[in-house]
């Protein structure tokens, strides 16, 4: 699977969007981007993911550039109960046959009063 | 729908012993996969399963084995407890095996401390 590079931490104040920057510069044509969260001693949890259009649910939007080497996941009214680690995972098409996830470090989000 | 039940959440061995750990997969989901998470090396992929089979496995000694039942309900055994096997145990389902545009549920986990 293609290596994803995520910002540490970041900031966000209660009521704004927030913005998190994925690099995946190496990204097969047909590898999809996942975003999952992991709230403090919880099991991830499934946000949205995308191929190549930008996405939104009710959770977020996925905003995936044209050359598809990086992604930027929006939440677009944080509130103090989306503080968590956010990982960005780029995943092997079918055809690998797992669905084996590969999680890096993540982005910590801090949602800030 | 009910989501991915683990049991149990939390539990303590002593180095040496083997404990059992349980997964059911939200209703109609076939494919279970396991994780480790530690403070030290994140969240690392087990094993997954499907139809009963395992499908891949993770970088981790064969002291770490699971099955999976008919009704796609999964368990994962430890053998041989170390301190180092003190981790979060996740479980998560997804509908099949092999499809790439479909998205995985984890459960709560099961918290695992060896003394």
């Known amino acids: 699977d293609a290596k994803t590079t995520q910002p540490p931490s ?7 969007a927030a913005n998190l920057p994925c690099n995946h510069s190496t990204i097969s044509g047909n590898e999809y981007v996942y975003w999952y969260r992991q709230i403090h001693s919880q099991g991830p949890q499934y946000i949205i993911h995308g191929l190549k259009n930008n996405e939104t649910n009710e959770m977020a939007s996925l905003i995936i550039t044209e050359d598809r080497k990086s992604s930027t996941l929006i939440l677009p009214h944080a509130t103090l109960r989306d503080t968590a680690v956010y990982y960005c995972i780029v995943r092997a098409p079918w055809g690998a046959g797992s669905y084996q996830l590969t999680f890096g470090k993540g982005t910590k989000l801090s949602v800030i009063p | 729908k009910a989501g991915v039940t683990q049991t149990p959440r ?12 349980s ?18 090396q994140g969240l690392q992929f087990l094993f997954e399963y499907f139809s ?22 999964s368990e994962m055994n430890v053998s041989t407890l170390e301190l180092g096997d003190s981790a979060l145990y996740l479980c998560a389902s997804s509908l099949a095996y092999g499809v790439a545009n479909t998205e995985a549920f984890f459960g709560q986990g099961t918290r695992l401390t060896v003394v």
């Open chain 1, 10 to 16: 970041m900031d966000c104040a209660e009521g704004r």
């Open chain 2, 10 to 21: 939390y539990l303590i061995k002593t180095r040496g012993q083997q404990v059992t750990l």
């Open chain 2, 23 to 40: 997964c059911s997969p939200i209703s109609g989901h076939r494919s279970v996969s396991w994780y480790q998470q530690t403070p030290g």
């Open chain 2, 52 to 73: 009963e089979t395992q499908r891949n496995k993770g970088n981790f000694p064969g002291r770490f084995s699971g099955r999976q039942f008919s009704n796609s309900r």
